[in-house]
């Protein structure tokens, strides 16, 4: 039992909240978004509020997240695509802090529920629509037709188009869910078998190294799945509003 | 806290029962943490199949818990890093690239004065040299013709002693030359004398202009 990969993703109601039929709780993953978002918000909040002109070690790091979304989104969109900063730095931050927080062992992981990460990708993919027909009307259309393509192609090319813009919600979502699923299963397993094995003598405890060493790289990797998923998922946000402000490209 | 779920496989079932039967959910829609882990031990996907444990990730019945919850925390922490934090951070990089970018003009602007500052300096010298070599060309200049002048007062005086001391040693000659006249007159009457005894003094002057010829 106590092996159980597939514990850690359980929800726990932790405060039963129904409405209407529906089922609302406060569960530990919503403990963990409060989490991510109070950590993230307080560290930000308050690294920077001596607004030093020569930062501090914190300050430059909350400096360095924001050059770092900013240059991603410029390079990316333009500097029309500025006025999304907002969104796009908050789904960074907060897809990198829920990933980070649920390395820790016990912690939920945010990010492992596809529902989270779906909604997320949804909310990209709406402001992207959303704004594409307010900014261009049904010039925002022209997105699934490339320029250049010939006359005959175009049915097939405009399919293909669209075919490719209704899985990017999809795509966006899978990427990050699969990636944090999967990571914790065999962060999990690894670990299970470090305790089994060395519940069986010298010789199981001998045979626990190996298994603990893979544990630990396998940490590592975690952590920098965690931050590349964080990217990934911003770049994708970037390149997407991209369509969404220059649709004829 | 959040802790407990953890630890708290064992009883986890018990708990997870009791709300299922408490709450007389539709068939499907919840079977939560309990039932789930007799199916789960190993058999994961088999027990995903017969819907009796569900994969936590793909069970609906948490879907508007967390959608709802997703809304609000990610909502307000969109807000406060769009009023707040963002607004902040912006500034300070402005204000530090502002104060960077005054800093290099200043230094601009004093490498400039520095540039004038040199050049004037250059400009002094060159003219101080030019001055000095003007003075040194004129003090040259004079030195050599009051030497020219000096030279050609010598050479002046000289040629007058030349010519004078010529002139001088012409009018000698001449002298000489006419006293050689007269001694050679005298001479030849003495002898034509003594050895005819009296001479004919002008047919003397005469041959003897004549031998002189």
């Known amino acids: 039992m106590a092996n159980d990969p597939i514990h850690q993703f359980q929800i726990a109601k932790l405060i039963p909240i129904e409405i209407g039929g529906m089922d609302f709780s406060f569960t530990n993953s919503s403990l963990f978004m409060v989490a991510t978002v109070a950590a993230t918000g307080a560290f930000l909040y308050l690294t920077t509020s001596s607004r030093g002109l020569i930062p501090s070690r914190l300050q430059s790091l909350s400096e360095m997240s924001y050059e770092f979304v900013a240059n991603m989104l410029r390079d990316a969109a333009g500097s029309h695509g500025m006025k999304f900063f907002p969104m796009v730095f908050s789904l960074f931050m907060f897809v990198l802090v829920a990933n980070l927080l649920g390395l820790f062992p016990y912690f939920f992981t945010v990010t492992s529920h596809i529902i989270v990460t779906f909604a997320l990708a949804l909310l990209v993919i709406g402001t992207v629509v959303v704004y594409g027909f307010m900014k261009h009307g049904f010039g925002f259309l022209k997105l699934f037709v490339p320029q250049g393509v010939p006359g005959i192609l175009v049915p097939l090319v405009v399919l293909i188009e669209v075919i490719s813009f209704l899985s990017r919600p999809i795509s966006l979502s899978v990427r990050l869910f699969a990636n944090m699923l999967a990571g914790h299963i065999t962060l999990k397993v690894f670990a299970g078998f470090v305790t089994s094995l060395s519940g069986l003598g010298a010789v199981g405890v001998a045979g626990a190294i190996l298994p603990l060493a893979m544990t630990v790289a396998i940490t590592a990797l975690e952590f920098l799945v965690a931050f590349l998923q964080a990217y990934v998922f911003a770049v994708l946000t970037c390149m997407y509003l991209n369509d969404a402000l220059h649709p004829g490209h | ?213």
């Open chain 2, 1 to 213: 806290m959040f802790v407990t779920p953890g630890y708290a496989q064992e009883t986890a079932p018990a708990e997870g029962e009791a709300h299922t039967q408490g709450g007389t959910r539709p068939e499907g829609e919840a079977h939560p943490v309990g039932e789930a882990h007799p199916a789960l031990e190993g058999h994961t996907e088999q027990g995903a199949e017969h819907g009796g444990g569900v994969f936590p990730p793909f069970d609906p019945s948490s879907f508007p818990s967390q959608i709802l919850w997703l809304a609000i925390t990610f909502g307000l922490f969109y807000l406060f890093l769009k009023k707040v934090v963002l607004p902040r951070i912006g500034g300070i990089l402005e204000v530090r690239s502002d104060r960077i970018a005054q800093d290099l003009e200043q230094a601009a602007r004093m490498k400039g004065e520095a540039d004038a500052a040199v050049a004037a300096y250059e400009q002094e010298l060159a003219e101080a040299k030019g001055n000095a070599n003007a003075i040194g060309q004129k003090a040259r200049d004079g030195a050599r013709a009051d030497a020219d002048a000096e030279r050609k007062r010598v050479e002046a005086t000289l040629e007058e002693k030349l010519a004078a001391a010529e002139a001088n040693i012409a009018s000698i000659k001449a002298k000489a030359m006419n006293e050689v006249g007269t001694i050679a007159e005298d001479t030849a009457a003495e002898i034509v004398r003594s050895l005819v005894g009296g001479a004919d003094k002008a047919a003397v002057a005469a041959a003897v202009k004549a031998a002189r010829g």
